[in-house]
């Protein structure tokens, strides 16, 4: 069968993780091309001032409350959004948080969680959207990172969760659109570093503050990638050069790009004392900030 995908302005897009950073500017997007969105979250407060402004311009939205981690409230989210909309024709699994330090320092608690959100909130997400997906068609899209296909230090529970997202939604897609030929396309989202506040968001183990590697892009990019997977099918979509760059070395000369991304540790710290090592890793936050607060961005 056919995958059939609709105009933005014709579609109920569920965004995850759209409080702040990608999901929130991708949200905010969507709504302005005409879409009806759904944002879910854990920070409630954010989502509420986020709706009532895309309802003040015009636009339709509405906020659920959700942890991705628990299968049950992601169900509650797909149920929520039929009974209001009646469907959905894009899910987008955009919820991620990054833990700051050694992989051999990180409690099993803490990596646990980082898995529990990236990984398995995204196999909720994708395991709730299905059934709706093929029956009526529409788009699945997946956000991992250029880190799904190569690695970097100081986050190594991180890019774990990230190649395991790109295991997971490769073989679905595999499953998915080409043995059961269902009318569902399924991509792979892949930005290089994004200026949004992720490592202000991420547990930080490390003594000094988290920051990003430059060059980092700004999310509009990935959410214009995003809503292009929504409107036309696409396998996976790298965003950002370095994204293209970095996974090509790490496939090409590994041993080289080991070496590389060893001296790059130090772009991962600013020259100043934690400020929230817990992050929100486990408390969610409510800065509602599509970019960061990134020195060189």
Request: charged fraction near 25%; glycine fraction near 8%; proline fraction near 5%.
């Amino acid at each position: 069968m056919a995958v059939k995908l609709k105009k933005l302005k014709d579609q109920v897009i569920v965004i995850t993780g759209a409080s702040s950073g990608i999901g929130l500017c991708t949200a905010e997007s969507a709504a302005k091309q005409g879409a009806k969105v759904v944002l879910a979250a854990r920070s409630g407060e954010t989502l509420a001032d986020v709706v009532d402004r895309i309802d003040g311009s015009g636009g339709e939205a509405m906020a659920v409350m959700c942890d991705v981690a628990d299968r049950k409230q992601v169900d509650r989210l797909a149920q929520e959004t039929v009974e209001r909309f009646g469907r959905f024709d894009t899910w987008v699994n955009n919820a991620g948080l990054a833990i700051l330090g050694r992989a051999d320092e990180v409690s099993e608690q803490d990596a646990r969680r980082v898995f529990d959100i990236n990984f398995w909130g995204l196999v909720n997400g994708s395991l709730a959207a299905l059934p709706q997906l093929k029956s009526h068609g529409g788009a699945l899209i997946n956000v991992g990172s250029e880190v799904s296909e190569a690695s970097f230090p100081l986050l190594g529970m991180y890019v774990a969760s990230k190649h395991a997202v790109k295991g997971f939604t490769d073989s679905l897609r595999i499953e998915i659109q080409h043995m059961d030929k269902a009318p569902v396309s399924i991509t792979l989202i892949q930005p290089t570093a994004v200026d949004t506040p992720f490592d202000e968001h991420a547990r930080n183990y490390m003594d000094k503050e988290p920051n990003l590697p430059s060059p980092m892009i700004d999310p509009q990019q990935v959410a214009d990638a995003i809503l292009t997977a929504a409107t036309k099918v696409k396998r996976a979509i790298k965003v950002g050069a370095m994204a293209k760059v970095n996974t090509m070395v790490s496939k090409t000369f590994p041993g080289m790009a080991e070496r590389v991304a060893s001296g790059k540790a130090k772009e991962l710290q600013r020259d100043e004392p934690p400020r929230e090592p817990a992050g929100t890793l486990y408390a969610p936050g409510e800065s509602g900030r599509t970019h960061g607060d990134h020195p060189d961005a």
